[in-house]
């Protein structure tokens, strides 16, 4: 049995403590968070786990086989140096890993020689019908060509402390959210980009929003050009104030044999009830000769779905991530995996404000994909 301390008992906490609980060899055995409700109530949804006053006292719990961050974006850093600094032991950090470029070299030093695993949390893959689309991309269009990932959606939830109002705290929102998407860009491509073009901004949320006499500034639309290394090349769509749509991800790679693409329903909780039962998930390949579509069904298990707001994929993170803890897998998504979806959403924040493309890096050092953004 893998023992989790969970640092930081908001609502994606609850989420990761609901699939860990589906877990056979897997509980949320210690948990932190500095407003004591939340970690009580974290405390009861993991039937009955230690509340720890603080970061050290969860460290000094002697049960402890892995860390799970899920704490605001800008304290990832700070308490990723205290773990290693205190108590090394594997960890599982919610994305984004940094959110200043400065603190890219710093990670990379922290874990040089690092004796456990760290997976950063990218939920996006493990999602059946993303991972469909993965697994079968390159058969289907005989190598991609271009990939276009739309994102339609609810704004910003609000968040304890109002944290994901502001650039400064969440990296932005080329940084916070769509670190992900970038993410899927490398692996589908299987490639490292070269340059990125972005437009964006704030159209429509949070603009009579107020804290402390400080107006919002994060944005919620944009786009997001991406051109990689062996000449292929991404888009990202993003719509925060889209939530009617009836697919939240619209994903589409295009290739010389044909098209395949993935579409990817929002949050069951949010779909309205007199519509009926959500929609179902779909992969639909498209070939050139003979021509198709050919549209599939791919269902998600209503256990997990009752267990989060990500199709699943919360669970199928977890459950490689523990096969990781007990020596029977990998590390899927490392370091410079997180690190360098980052580095392409801080490109994009910056070629958005200032109008201009960002050519990248081309480094296999995790510091060189950010120096200068």
Request: with cysteine; hydrophobic share 45%; charged share 15%.
């Amino acid at each position: 049995m893998v023992q989790y301390g969970l640092v930081g008992c908001g609502m994606m906490a609850r989420e990761h403590i609901m699939n860990i609980n589906l877990l056979p060899h897997g509980r949320v055995s210690v948990v932190y968070d500095p407003v004591p409700e939340l970690a009580q109530a974290a405390s009861v949804l993991a039937g009955g786990a230690q509340v720890a006053d603080s970061l050290a006292a969860l460290l000094a719990y002697p049960d402890l086989d892995a860390v799970v961050i899920v704490s605001p974006n800008y304290l990832h850093v700070p308490q990723l140096q205290q773990i290693v600094a205190t108590r090394p032991l594997p960890i599982l950090c919610e994305k984004p890993l940094f959110t200043n470029p400065s603190e890219a070299a710093l990670i990379e030093d922290l874990f040089a020689g690092y004796p456990h695993p760290v997976w950063v949390a990218m939920e996006y893959r493990y999602m059946p019908p993303v991972a469909a689309l993965i697994a079968q991309a390159e058969a289907a269009t005989g190598g991609v060509k271009m990939l276009t990932i739309r994102e339609h959606r609810f704004p910003f939830l609000p968040k304890v402390g109002d944290w994901n109002r502001f650039n400064a705290k969440t990296g932005g929102t080329l940084v916070e959210k769509c670190c992900h998407f970038f993410d899927l860009m490398r692996l589908i491509l299987q490639d490292e980009p070269v340059r990125v073009m972005a437009s964006a901004g704030q159209a429509v949320n949070h603009l009579d929003e107020r804290y402390d006499g400080q107006a919002p500034d994060i944005w919620d639309n944009g786009y997001v050009i991406v051109d990689f290394a062996r000449g292929a090349r991404a888009m990202l769509e993003l719509c925060m104030f889209a939530e009617g749509a009836r697919y939240q991800e619209e994903i589409s790679a295009v290739g010389p044999s044909g098209k395949i693409e993935a579409l990817v329903p929002g949050p069951g909780r949010f779909w309205p009830q007199k519509l009926g039962a959500p929609p179902v998930p779909q992969l639909i390949i498209s070939p050139r000769h003979p021509k198709g579509p050919f549209t599939s069904e791919i269902p998600v298990d209503p256990t997990l779905l009752e267990a989060g707001d990500h199709n699943g994929s919360t669970f199928y993170q977890h459950q490689r991530f523990n096969a990781v803890l007990r020596g029977e897998g990998r590390v899927e998504v490392t370091l410079q995996d997180g690190a360098k979806a980052v580095a392409i959403g801080m490109a994009a924040q910056q070629s958005a404000r200032t109008g201009q493309v960002v050519t990248l890096p081309q480094s296999p050092e995790i510091s060189a994909q950010v120096v200068g953004l």
